[in-house]
């Protein structure tokens, strides 16, 4: 079992960052992926960016890519993602996910969000004009 909490959201204006953290309890395996989500209100959950648990593959969506970077620190059993030059269509909820299974070490989580296996709670990013 496997629990994930986000911190870190909050209100920024249109260029700047923010940087969200996500906790997990416990030791996460080789074989676990991570991953962050978001929902903007009316709106489908939506894949972010996912990372490998060495650290060494990502993965992001069009949107975000160039802008954000997805981090991990498995010694602290944190995941991070850094979030520059946000837009006001940036504005959801941000949430933090893991993925078992996948190819230890190495392998990244899926863009699909049925397929992760634990979610975090959620943390606010609000991004004003």
């Known amino acids: 079992q496997v629990q994930l909490v986000e911190s870190g959201g909050g209100l920024v204006q249109a260029g700047g960052s923010l940087r969200l953290s996500c906790a997990a309890s416990?030791?996460?395996?080789?074989?676990?992926?991570m991953g962050w989500f978001r929902q903007a209100p009316g709106k489908e959950r939506e894949f972010v960016a996912t990372?490998?648990?060495?650290?060494?593959?990502?993965y992001y969506a069009d949107s975000v890519k160039g802008r954000f970077t997805i981090s991990r620190d498995n010694a602290k059993n944190t995941v991070y993602l850094q979030m520059n030059s946000l837009k006001p269509e940036d504005t959801a909820v941000y949430y933090c996910?893991?993925?078992?299974?996948?190819?230890?070490?190495?392998?990244?989580?899926?863009?699909?969000?049925?397929?992760?296996?634990?979610w975090g709670q959620g943390t606010q990013v609000t991004v004003s004009s």
């Open positions: 990372i490998s648990w060495s650290g060494s593959n990502t």
């Open positions: 416990g030791r996460t395996r080789v074989s676990t992926a």
């Open positions: 996910a893991a993925q078992t299974g996948v190819v230890p070490g190495v392998g990244i989580g899926s863009t699909r969000r049925t397929l992760y296996d634990y």
